[in-house]
RNA sequence: GGGCGGCUAGCUCAGUGGGAGAGCGCUACAUUGACACUGUAGAGGUCAGAAGUUCAAUCCUUCUGCCGCCCA
């Protein structure tokens, strides 16, 4: 006997969520260590940055480690989340200086230990955001395991495959093109630049030859940069410009001479065929300086000015060499802001004669994510890994099926992005991250060491004096998060963790950091652990708005969980709305709140069955008991044999990240099976003995496997309801062999509701008032049929009579079943079904008729199309007798 | 330029080589042993266009158009 709480009418998660969170947490059902007796299924939470609240796309990404961590985890496996944070250097940076700024503080006039005090507190301070966000959602990560890319530990991972890599000659220092942002004044990696569209101008400008001819016409976009231009290049096949190939053309204004070369980088067909090449200044043409051997002179300066004269790139600027005899001719262009000089540069030439065309022209622009200013690719001396050797294993190891994406698809990404990978530019001028482990000494010989120690006293030995100065520079952020999967397990300490937890199972994220995160992680993972960090990434699709706008703050269309979800909806609501929208092959997902909404009612109408459920007078049994067998009725025969369909898809559906597939069934199963037609049918007389204990069973079952979805409503429904054990979070996965099937019953019961639907139609067109009954009579031979009656009886609040007849099989004495009503009505309704069993008829008559399709469509499909016709004709043939009887 | 996804009801989307589906919205009715955050019923689509393969195409193939994403 269960006590009978006074549940209230509605769910309310505002109250619920929180409280339930709270109790997960004291005790401790998140966490997990090794335990080699079980299969292990471990997610390393992709480190959100400490800069940011949760977004939507935190929902999409995330929510799905959270379902599969608790589904494993009722499995039975050693299922851990490790959770964790990244510093997110350049994006910290920008955060903090603009925080300082409000102060009137800069970080160069707070200096670095300063500057680095702050940064620690505002971490402290606002870093922790996102979990609370986190922990909203329901999230179940093994919180005493939250690392953070800064954590001593981490540093140290961080400065040994720094070293290690230098000493194996795969680091090196050099000057190469970078992404430069002149707002922050440091180096940016591709993942930190954006292309965005920009509406600018396409100048076509003439170099003519130097022995007096036409020479030709090149098309720009940066006119400004022809200062520091080095060549013209063609296509080699190209016949326009054949006779030109190895002669001189001269750039205007400055009067130097250059050379025209045949390069197929170069596309014919794009503006007259003919580009500048300026090497120092962009990337395709410092690839063709490389192969061509150019000179490489640099005209724009860290601060994106025109540096005149030209000068060849050295770190240090009293060191720059002026390399252009031309200088004084470009002198007035010196000092000018690289837009300002451009407007300037074309004034001037159009003025020479030398602009052939100016002509409007829309283009993708690279923006600095953090300060969106446009950013400049330049030479600078920087830190680089070599990353050939390491890309080869990588790109190994998804060819041999080691790690495999889903979708597939994406591992085609991953693959395009190690074959032409370049080396990676991990130095940045920033002081929020890790310092590179690097000391010069006073004439620059580089010292790479695991400490200050070390280093004095390898200068020591090499040099015979220990006076060093550091590097200031940061690492690349990616660099630490690259060791992600192995550095939380403790790496490099030989742990517990990283003997059974390494490699994880599933890796989950977007595909935009497919090549930027997970191939770094694949690389690190192989060279310092010798096994790759995961066995399948699973792709997320991006959310965009409900028009396919990606949500953006200065578009106005982002959506914030926390403050326009999680109240509205509830945690539930959201996971689950969220998850709905998910399709696996779907790359973006077009955000529609109206699923939350639909979510909530449902949590909503699941509670109420649970109120029905546990007001009913008859004792629910304890924990999952059911009836014996023989008892069971055809409606309860039925609702086991769906929930067993149920429970199966949604299995097959986690474990093939078919989240929206999970979703859309347990919607199905819980509020139109369930609700709608088991719970229906329970109020029949007959259904009292056992109806107690089967909406028990299958609610429990039910919530169960619901709950890696919905944790917080399925756990207050599993507390209410009779269970075994503390917490929904630690109960079984709902096991299909415990569960009854009747494939029969199950068909007879799909009849029994076509019939009633067919009722209900005939009730409302015949406007019969829902609160009266309709007269329905049944064929005599139906009427043993005790469970099948009392469900008609039931579901369409029917007063039953008999009339002699109905033979067959049950099917067919089901869809005998009629309403009464007066003849007229009645003949109007048989008339019409007759035309439509005609139509029915005829069209498969037509088919069956087609020797084509008899012939060569498979048996099964011909056999089944035969049975079809044989049920249209007798229902037409009853229908017709019906309608005689009239 | 290279690669990829999409186009199905007013909206957002499922779906299948063999009779077009859901939710929301809309219309009508209803307070029936939990639920109005509900129930029942209804209206509403030549499945973007063309060609091909097939006995059979919304589904497979090709082309075209439009929307969008990624990489260069």
Request: charged share 30%.
């Amino acid at each position: 006997m269960t006590a009978r709480p006074e549940l209230p009418k509605t769910y309310d998660p505002d109250i619920v969520e929180p409280r339930l969170y709270e109790r997960w947490l004291e005790s401790g059902v998140f966490h997990e260590e090794p335990d080699p007796a079980r299969p292990p299924f471990i997610i390393s939470m992709p480190p959100p940055n400490i800069t940011g609240p949760a977004h939507l796309g935190h929902g999409s990404t995330y929510t799905p480690m959270d379902v599969l961590t608790r589904y494993h985890r009722m499995l039975g496996e050693n299922a851990d989340w490790i959770p964790g944070q990244d510093h997110a250097a350049i994006a910290t940076e920008a955060v903090l200086v603009r925080e300082l700024a409000k102060e009137g503080l800069t970080r160069d006039g707070l200096g670095r230990e300063k500057y680095l005090e702050h940064a620690w507190e505002w971490r402290r301070l606002y870093g922790g955001a996102i979990n609370q966000s986190f922990r909203r959602l329901g999230f179940g990560p093994d919180w005493d395991r939250e690392r953070f890319t800064l954590d001593p530990g981490l540093s140290a991972a961080v400065i040994k495959v720094f070293v290690d890599l230098y000493r194996d000659g795969l680091i090196y220092r050099g000057t190469r093109l970078v992404n430069w942002d002149p707002a922050s004044q440091s180096t940016l990696s591709d993942a930190e630049v954006e292309d965005e569209e920009r509406d600018t101008f396409m100048w076509h400008i003439r170099y003519r030859a130097e022995d007096g001819g036409d020479g030709l016409v090149i098309a720009t976009t940066r006119p400004e940069t022809y200062l520091a231009d080095v060549a013209v290049a063609v296509h080699p096949d190209d016949e326009r410009y054949r006779h030109l190939v190895g002669k001189n053309v001269v750039l205007p204004i400055v009067d130097r001479a250059i050379p025209v070369i045949a390069d197929a980088a170069v596309e014919p067909e794009f503006g007259t065929g003919a580009v500048k090449v300026t090497p120092a200044h962009d990337q395709t043409d410092y690839e063709i300086g490389q192969r061509h051997d150019l000179p490489m002179p640099t005209v724009i300066d860290f601060d994106a000015r025109i540096a005149a004269p030209l000068w060849r790139y050295d770190e240090k600027p009293e060191r720059r060499a002026p390399i252009d005899a031309q200088a004084p001719k470009m002198a007035k262009y010196a000092g000018l802001d690289r837009f300002e000089g451009r407007t300037l540069i074309v004034e001037d030439l159009r003025a020479l004669g030398a602009l052939v065309e100016e002509r409007p022209y829309r283009t993708e622009l690279p923006f600095s994510s953090r300060s969106h200013v446009v950013i400049e690719p330049l030479l600078s001396l920087q830190w680089f890994v070599r990353m050939q050797p390491l890309a080869q294993p990588a790109l190994e190891a998804y060819r041999s099926g080691a790690i495999r994406f889903v979708p597939e698809r994406f591992g085609r990404t991953y693959a395009a992005g190690l074959e032409k990978i370049r080396d990676w530019n991990i130095s940045r001028q920033i002081w929020w991250g890790h310092q590179l482990p690097v000391w010069y000494t006073p004439s620059d010989e580089v010292i790479v060491a695991h400490d200050e120690e070390e280093a004095k006293r390898l200068a020591r030995e090499r040099f015979g004096s220990d006076e060093l100065r550091r590097d200031p520079d940061t690492l690349d952020t990616w660099f630490s998060s690259g060791l992600w999967p192995f550095s939380i397990l403790g790496w490099p300490e030989k742990t517990t963790e990283l003997e059974h937890w390494y490699p994880n199972q599933v890796m989950i994220t977007s595909r935009d950091i497919i090549f930027l995160w997970v191939s770094r992680m694949v690389m690190l993972g192989l060279r310092f652990v010798g096994k790759i960090p995961f066995e399948t990434v699973f792709v997320t699709p991006l959310v965009f708005d409900m028009h396919g706008r990606k949500m953006s703050k200065s578009l106005g269309n982002a959506i914030d969980p926390m403050t326009e979800l999680v109240p509205k909806y509830g945690a539930d609501g959201t996971r689950f709305g969220i998850l709905r929208q998910m399709r696996l092959e779907s790359q973006e997902l077009r955000f529609d709140e109206r699923f939350c909404d639909e979510a909530k009612r449902f949590a909503t109408k699941l509670w109420n069955a649970l109120r029905y459920t546990c007001t009913l007078p008859e004792d629910l049994p304890s924990a999952t008991a059911l009836p014996p067998r023989e008892k069971l009725t055809l409606a309860d025969r039925w609702i086991l044999s769906e929930l067993r369909a149920c429970v199966e898809t949604v299995t097959r559906a986690y474990d093939g990240f078919e989240f929206g597939v999970a979703a859309d069934a347990l919607l199905q199963f819980g509020w139109y099976t369930f609700c709608d037609w088991y719970v229906e049918a329970s109020k029949a007389e007959g259904q009292r003995e056992t109806r107690a204990a089967v909406l028990s069973f299958v609610l429990n079952a039910f919530v169960r496997a619901m709950h890696p979805i919905a944790p917080f409503v399925t756990e207050e429904i599993w507390q209410t309801l009779p269970h075994d054990g503390a917490t929904i979070v630690t109960a079984s996965w709902p096991d299909i062999a415990e569960m009854p099937s009747f494939p029969d019953e199950r068909a007879v019961f799909h009849t029994v509701i076509e019939k009633v639907e067919q009722l209900r139609h005939a009730r409302s067109e015949w406007g019969i008032q829902p609160k009266e009954s309709m007269r329905v009579e049944i064929p005599a031979a139906l009427a043993s049929e005790r469970g099948v009656v009392e469900a008609i009886a039931t579901l369409a609040r029917a007063e039953i009579s008999t009339y002699d007849g109905g033979e067959g099989s049950v099917r067919e004495r089901i869809l005998a079943v009629r309403a009464i009503a007066d003849s007229a009505k009645l003949r109007e309704r048989y008339l019409r079904e007759i035309g439509r069993l005609e139509s029915e008829v005829a069209r498969s008559e037509k088919k069956l008729a087609n020797d084509g399709f008899v012939a060569k469509a498979s048996p099964e499909v011909v056999a089944a199309e035969r049975a079809k016709l044989e049920e249209y004709r007798r229902e037409l043939a009853r229908v017709r007798a019906a309608l005689d009887e009239l």
